[in-house]
Structures are given as structure tokens and as C-alpha cells.
């Protein structure tokens, strides 16, 4: 199948002192991450708020461009490109952020909002309002309603326009960030659902990022466990789930509330055994010496992040 | 000891409008139970919170009807005195972001010894030995160093498990948790839900809880019951609630979850979003969303029934083994 996206060694490091001290601080918010995106699929990215997700997102973007690494999009390396050149992949990469409410322009109104877009890409006049009305369709708001402004909708209402506005860029990838976080229980299944007809309808591939380890077993084809900036665990959704390796995949999973429902841990009688690291390494939440990490295949598709042992 | 909300009705009034933010509110919290009041955002869960504890502001408030009974006493009917002798001592509460909620100005030891101070009668030192006690039961060991920290030198999860310390340094009889761990990370949330379990367990305290997420309220409840639109629409225990929901917004709420075994199909879903408390529907407020509705649900509004031994719901179409 065809890879959409690739990353390759993808590293963001922050640096600076502080307003007194003037010792150099040099923080790597995301660490060596590589891994492939299929076309037509699902990737769900989960960790703990702090663990590198959006900075990743933003690195893939390129709005915070990566300091070093290669991101491979429908087979350019983007970190090549110059500002110019990005911008038909700018398209075909859209991301939707966690609080819609501040991702609307409250003084615009949806018509204003999602017309910027059309007109920045060319989009022919003439067709821009139906265009408009086609995609607030798609995505279930009333049409007619698009002459309003962001803080007539709700938060479930404002994160459809928001998705409508992504999608009238036509784009291949879509970077889901948070979306449904800060909805409520019975908002978050239709903007779910939506997200789901929406990646049939238009072939859409999806980066989903969360921290909700239920939502992303969910959807995703395959899953990403981030933690300190490092994919530690990476693998197809049931795998992860049926055969976790990494610690920090273990603890996330038991500590995912709800542990009846999916019953993932419970479950006494598993047939496949934890993955067992080869010898000399160790599957470790600990930072070892930084320069012996390394992503090792325990099945098919399956790594898992272990650290040389030291020593014995 | 029980803390019993009967009937309880309150509406927002501001200039001509009234909104009818509980529709009379029924439930019962008793001594090391943990009794969890869910629901979406807008359907009363804080209101009935801040109801308890007295912290609305009136007006806009207004209490229609209804008693909030704590111990056999009405509090509704105490006077605003007598009411701040018990709160605190006897019933406590702790909020969703502890950063908004700790004074910023203040170390953490002073805002311990503070009630301790008031309530208890203790003097400085004593209250102070019985500050680094509690910090060592919400699991801040190394006490002193935390009484001697401002709240922006701690983490958020140091920050909840401190308001709990404040919370319940008078040892409380009842505490309500509202959304407590709902701001903080997946391994800290365990983290407090654990803490939460331990105080029950350990104090015998009677503990409300409220949240939004159903699976943290399974992991954590003995009984639970569920507000739609300021009414309880269903109350029962853990168990049954989790295998026999009867009310249609239950049984919705619980289809409506994510979660890996139901991968490749559709999530079900409500439609509609939670009436505005100043617009609720006619007859059962759940009626425009609900799949199963019907004339009579439009006219009617359905009464609390006990379909089941201990089981209540609020729906003209609930079934049981009847009685």
C-alpha cells in the first residue's frame, strides 16, 4: 500500500536559558520518531499531555519545523522545500485542533471564515458560496446558517465547521488533534461518526492524536505510544492491545478507566505471552544511556522501545 | 449519617428570564458510600453541588422548593452562620481545577491550618502535626516540605491531591468530588480515583461524585444515578445500571462510548444536544431525543418508578418485573 506520510528521524529540540539563570537548557520535545502513515488508514498517536503529540503535529506541518528529520509527504521531503513549494502540500495536510472555540474567528462568520481558504487557493468566485453550502452539508450544519457568527454554535456545531473548513482545502491527510476532547459524551459519538463517513467518502487518511487510549483502540488501524518524546510502542491496534511490550503501554492501558469494557487486562487466559526483549536489552521506562535506545520488532509490524542494559 | 436531597428545584432568574436549572433533585449519599451523579455538561450536576455546599449566589438563585437534609437537619432553613459551622467540618467539597480553587497567595500549610484553626479549636502546632498527618494520607509525604510551598510549586496532581487535604483535614462526614480528576492525565487520574476509594474506605466518608465520564464513574461508584436536564432520570447501583440500564438516555450514553471491541461498526449516537435549562421540552425532557418516544411522552412527564428492587427510572416505557 501506499505510504502517505513517512518520518524519519524526526527531531524537535527546544532551547534557551532562563530569564535568570543563564545556563543552557536544551529540551528534546520530540526524540528520533519515525514511522509511516498508509494511505486510507487510521493512526492513532496516544501519550500523556506533555509526552511531544502536538509538538509532533506542528513539526509535521511545519509550523514548528522539525530541527532535524525528514518528513516524507506523497513522497517530497518537506524539510526541503522552501516556503513557496510547501504550499500545495500545506493543502493536502489539515489539521483540527482540540478547542474549536478558539480555532473560529469569533468576529468573522462562518461564510467570512471558510471562504479565506477558498479564495486563498483560487477557488472560483463564482462557485465559492455553493462550495460552502456543500461543504457545511457534508458535515451537518444547516447551510442556510453560515451567515452566523462562531458563537451562535455550540461546541459540537463549531468543531463540524471547523472540520468542513479543513476539508475545503481537498485534503489527503488530516491531523486530528484532541477533536473530541472537550466535547460531551453524547456530542463526542456524532462527531466520531462523522469523522469516520467523512474518511469513506473522501479517502481521507487520519493522524489521530488523543489521550484517551479507548477512543483511539477505537479507530485506529495502527497505534503510536508516545512518552518523553519517543515512540516507545508502535504496532497494528490489536496487537497493542492483545500483546502490549513496553511498560509504559501496560500502565496507560491499566490505568484507561472503564477496564471492564474493554477488558484488555483482565483477561487471564491470553494465549500470546508478553513480548520478551532479546537478550542484553531491557523494555525499561527509565531513561538508560540515551544513545542505546532502539525500536525492536517483537511480531509482525510490532516494535517495541528497549534500552541496552548496562552492565550485567 | 446520610446526606438526603429531596425534591430539590432551583432556578437562575436574571432580568425576565427564568432558568430551571433542577426540576427536583432525589437522591440520598450514605456514610462510605460513593454515590456518583452523571451527566452531560448543562444538566445540573454542579448547580446541585454548589446547591449542597450553599455556594450559589442568590440571586440569580432561587430555591423553588425542596430540602437538602445532612445528618437530620434541613440545611436549607439555616441560617448563613449556622450553615459555615458545618461546612467544611461537616461536609466538604473538592473542585475540578485545583489551581483555580487554592489561593495563589497563600502556602499550602496556612490554608490546612486555616479551617483546622476555625473548626476544630486547635492551636498552631497542633494544627500544624495534624496538617503533615493529613498531607501523609492524600500521599504527600515529605510534608513539610509541601506546607511550605505555594501552590504554583507544585504539580497538578499535587495541587488535587492538596485540595483534598484541605478538603478533608476536619474529617468530614460527606465530601463531594466534583469532576475531580477530570483536568488531570490518564495515570494521574488512577492515581486519585485510588486516593479517592482509600478515603472512603479508610474514613467511612459518604462521597458524591461527579463526572461526565461513565467509565470512571464505573470504576468508582457503589451507586450512581443519572441527571438529564436538572431531573434524575435513572438511579441504581453500579452493577445493575452497567448490565440493565432502563432509561433510553442510559442505555444511549452507554452504547455511545468508544472502546476497541466495537471497532469497524459505528458509534450509536444521541441526536440533539441537552435542552437549554431555559427551554426545557414539554412532557419528558428527553422526549425530542429520544428513539422510543411517543404522544404520551410529549404530554406526561414520567415519574420515578422502582422498576426493579432499588432500580428507579423516570420513563413511561421502562420495564422491570414491576410491582
Given at each position: ?71 516524507v ?154 512518552y518523553?518524546g ?12 492483545d ?43 527509565d ?6 535506545f532502539?525500536?525492536?520488532?517483537v ?14 | 449519617?446520610?446526606?438526603?436531597v ?52 442568590s440571586?440569580?438563585?432561587r ?27 461537616k ?30 479549636g ?8 495534624r ?72 474514613l ?11 467509565r ?55 441526536p ?33 418508578k ?18
Amino acid at each position: 500500500m501506499d505510504q502517505i506520510l513517512k518520518l524519519i528521524n524526526v527531531t524537535k529540540i527546544f532551547s534557551g536559558h532562563g530569564i535568570v539563570s543563564s545556563k543552557h537548557n536544551i529540551f528534546k520535545a520530540v526524540n528520533n520518531v519515525s514511522f509511516n502513515i498508509e494511505k486510507d488508514t487510521i493512526f492513532g498517536l496516544v501519550g500523556e499531555s506533555g509526552c511531544g503529540k502536538t509538538t509532533l503535529a506542528r513539526s509535521i506541518l511545519l509550523l514548528d519545523p522539525p530541527t532535524y528529520g525528514e518528513i516524507v509527504f506523497l513522497e517530497k521531503d518537506l524539510t526541503k522545500l522552501s516556503g513557496k513549494q510547501l504550499l500545495p502540500f500545506r493543502m493536502k495536510m489539515q489539521i483540527v485542533f482540540q478547542d474549536p472555540h478558539s480555532a473560529l474567528n469569533p468576529k468573522l462568520t462562518i461564510y467570512k471564515s471558510m471562504k479565506e481558504g477558498l479564495s486563498n487557493r483560487n477557488y472560483p468566485k463564482d462557485k465559492i458560496k455553493s462550495r460552502i453550502e456543500e461543504l457545511l452539508d457534508v458535515v451537518g450544519i444547516t447551510p442556510s446558517h453560515m451567515y452566523r457568527f462562531p458563537h451562535e454554535f455550540s461546541g459540537g456545531q463549531k468543531q463540524r465547521i471547523v472540520i468542513a473548513r479543513a476539508l475545503s482545502m481537498e485534503p489527503e491527510l488530516l491531523i486530528l488533534d484532541e477533536p473530541v476532547s472537550s466535547l460531551d459524551v453524547s456530542i463526542q459519538a456524532q462527531i466520531i461518526n462523522l469523522l469516520l463517513d467523512l474518511k469513506e467518502k473522501f479517502r481521507l487518511t487520519y493522524l489521530f492524536i488523543s489521550h484517551d487510549l479507548n477512543l483511539v483502540a477505537y479507530l485506529s488501524d495502527r497505534i503510536g505510544v508516545m512518552y518523553k518524546g519517543r515512540i516507545v510502542e508502535i504496532g497494528d491496534t490489536d496487537n497493542i492491545i492483545d500483546n502490549p511490550g513496553h511498560p509504559y503501554t501496560l500502565k496507560l492501558f491499566s490505568s484507561a478507566p472503564g477496564k471492564m469494557e474493554i477488558g484488555i487486562h483482565n483477561n487471564e487466559e491470553k494465549d500470546d505471552p508478553l513480548p520478551i526483549p532479546p537478550d542484553g536489552f531491557v523494555f525499561s521506562n527509565d531513561n538508560g544511556e540515551a544513545n542505546t535506545f532502539k525500536l525492536i520488532q517483537v511480531e509482525d509490524g510490532h516494535l517495541v522501545g528497549c534500552y541496552k542494559k548496562i552492565g550485567n | 449519617m446520610e446526606l438526603i436531597v429531596k425534591n430539590l428545584d432551583l432556578s437562575f432568574v436574571s432580568g425576565g428570564s427564568e432558568a430551571h436549572a433542577l426540576r427536583g433533585i432525589d437522591f440520598s449519599v450514605k456514610e462510605g458510600e460513593i454515590h456518583s451523579l452523571v451527566g452531560e455538561s448543562g444538566s445540573g450536576k454542579t448547580v446541585t453541588s454548589t446547591a449542597i455546599m450553599r455556594l450559589l449566589l442568590s440571586p440569580p438563585a432561587r430555591i423553588n422548593s425542596g430540602e437538602i437534609i445532612l445528618d437530620g437537619i434541613n440545611t436549607l432553613k439555616m441560617q448563613e452562620k449556622e450553615h459555615r459551622k458545618i461546612r467544611g467540618k461537616k461536609i466538604a467539597m473538592i473542585f475540578q481545577e485545583p489551581s483555580k480553587y487554592l489561593n495563589p497567595t497563600l502556602k499550602i500549610g496556612k490554608q490546612i491550618t486555616e479551617s483546622l484553626i476555625l473548626h476544630l479549636g486547635m492551636d498552631k502546632k497542633e494544627a500544624v502535626l495534624r496538617a503533615l498527618a493529613i498531607l501523609e494520607t492524600v500521599g504527600l509525604g515529605g510534608g513539610k516540605r509541601v506546607l511550605n510551598s505555594y501552590p504554583h510549586e507544585l504539580s497538578g496532581g499535587m495541587k488535587q491531591r492538596a485540595m483534598i487535604a484541605i478538603a478533608i483535614s476536619c474529617n468530614p462526614d460527606f465530601l463531594i468530588a466534583d469532576e475531580p480528576t477530570t483536568a488531570l492525565d490518564v495515570t494521574l487520574q488512577l492515581q486519585i480515583l485510588e486516593l479517592i476509594l482509600s478515603l472512603k474506605e479508610k474514613l467511612s466518608m459518604g462521597i458524591l461524585f461527579i463526572s461526565h465520564d461513565l467509565r470512571v464513574v464505573h470504576d468508582i461508584s457503589d451507586r450512581i444515578s443519572v441527571i438529564y436536564a436538572g431531573k434524575i432520570v435513572e438511579g441504581t447501583s453500579k452493577n445493575e445500571l452497567f448490565s440493565n440500564p432502563l432509561h433510553p438516555y442510559t442505555q444511549l450514553l452507554l452504547k455511545s462510548i468508544p472502546d476497541a471491541e466495537k471497532r469497524g461498526t459505528r458509534l450509536t449516537t444521541i441526536p440533539g444536544k441537552v435542552p437549554d435549562a431555559e427551554n426545557i421540552p414539554t412532557g419528558c425532557a428527553f422526549h425530542p431525543r429520544c428513539p422510543k418516544a411517543q404522544d404520551i411522552c410529549r404530554e406526561k412527564e414520567p415519574e420515578m418508578k422502582e422498576y426493579i428492587k432499588g432500580h428507579f427510572s423516570a420513563c413511561h416505557f421502562s420495564q422491570g418485573e414491576g410491582f
